[in-house]
């Protein structure tokens, strides 16, 4: 019993332990889009890249800010500055360390300055891969344990003096490239802001009423319609629904042209009412909330209707209240829709209309606009994604609670 006690529980610690990593990659991309939207654009070009936002640490020496670089002297972390002057460097090694095609890739043993290496005279020639010969002059440098080595110089490029900040006497050659710099952990909120100015804040304010009232409207129309196809008895309702229930099967792209027609004849063109009427009707919605109102039990109707409650009072009073899981997960489906929405509003509104664009659109013009900067790209997209994300945490458990119910009792 004691072994497989101890089975039972490693075998959950890993099941665990897996689904946390399974979580972790699923969610790995809107942490890197979330981080990313704080950076600074050229903290999101260094490598190797990093999650979090950093900007360098600058000081103020005679009246410039300068970015401070760490350099390690003798153990101790030395803050210093690039002070613009660059010397030419050559970079030695020994013969079998040279790579021949590739002279750069080559471990170098001795990085010295050129004007003060002594060249020899001597050379050695090594074979490239393609069969050319390449000659590399030795020299005669100081090593960095003091003693005179004989050396071929691989090759040759400028260094960077640094300088330290407290201490100007302490100088030093490096690539500036590759130096440490000197960083903190710092989010830029404002790139929100600077987005927001982008016509971005427009574009949110109309994706929002658009989306209220198409989730408005389909939940009114679902719910007196579902309401009637499954309590109202009338000729031809069960036909009725089928032909309406299979509406759903005809493609969007065969009704574009259709209902692009309808909104020009409407003068609707170019306008917010073309997103928002044509959606407020939904057969999914009225298939949904027939099949949940179907599963209330008649007896209440029936208790209602003797009492002398109307049509209307059972069906605000009775079943809406009843079917809270059910208009939740309908509202959560047509907020993702009509957040989401892209090619309708770019055919009836137009790239040229910036006044009336939603978000998809204006998304679209900031990564053309901004396409060297993917920090502004990905705050808006953040912007987008934010409120559907926070919606649907916040509506999870009615949106679980109607898919069970809806799949159990339809």
Known sequence: MRHRGIGFYLGRLGLYAFLTLFAFIMIFP??????????????????PPRLLPYSPIERELDGQIRPVFLFNLDGVNTEMYATGQTEQFGFFTSPENIIVDTPRA??????????????????????????????????????????????????????MRFRAFDNP????????????????VDPQWGNYQAVL??????????????????????????????????????????????????????????????MYRLMVLLGWQNTLVSLIVPWIFTAYGTFLMRQFFMSIPKEIEEAALMDGASRFRI???????????AIATL???????????????????????????????????????????????L???????????????????YFIEGVASSGVKG
């Open 106 to 159: 080559s471990r170098v043993e001795v990085e010295f300055p050129l004007a003060e290496a002594v060249e020899t005279g001597e050379s050695i020639t090594l074979t490239r891969a393609d069969g050319r010969e390449a000659t590399f002059p030795i020299y005669e440098v100081i090593a960095p344990n003091g003693e005179t080595v004989r050396l071929p110089l691989a090759f040759r490029g400028g260094l």
């Open 30 to 47: 809107f942490l890197y889009m979330m981080s990313t939207s704080l950076k600074t654009s050229n903290d999101v070009f260094r490598t």
């Open 331 to 377: 509202a959560i489906f047509s907020f993702l829709y009509a957040w989401n929405s892209f090619l309708w509003p770019l055919l009836i509104i137009g790239e040229g209309n910036t006044n009336n664009h939603v978000l998809t659109l204006a998304l679209i013009r900031l990564s053309n606009a901004f396409a060297e900067s993917p920090n502004i790209v």
């Open 169 to 184: 006497e302490i100088t030093l050659f490096a690539s500036q490239r590759t130096a440490e710099a000197a960083e903190f």
């Open 315 to 325: 069906l605000w009073g009775i079943f809406v209240p009843l079917s809270t899981p």
């Open 197 to 258: 100015n982008l016509n971005l804040d427009r574009a949110l304010v109309n994706t929002t009423l658009v989306t209220v009232g198409v989730v408005v409207g389909q939940l009114i129309t679902s719910i007196f319609g579902g309401y009637a196809f499954s309590r109202v008895e009338f000729k031809g309702r069960d036909t009725l629904f089928l032909v309406y229930l299979g509406s759903i099967m005809i493609p969007f792209v065969v009704l574009i042209i259709p």
């Open 379 to 397: 705050t808006g997209a953040a912007i987008a994604i934010l409120p559907p994300m926070i919606l649907f945490v916040l509506a999870q458990r």
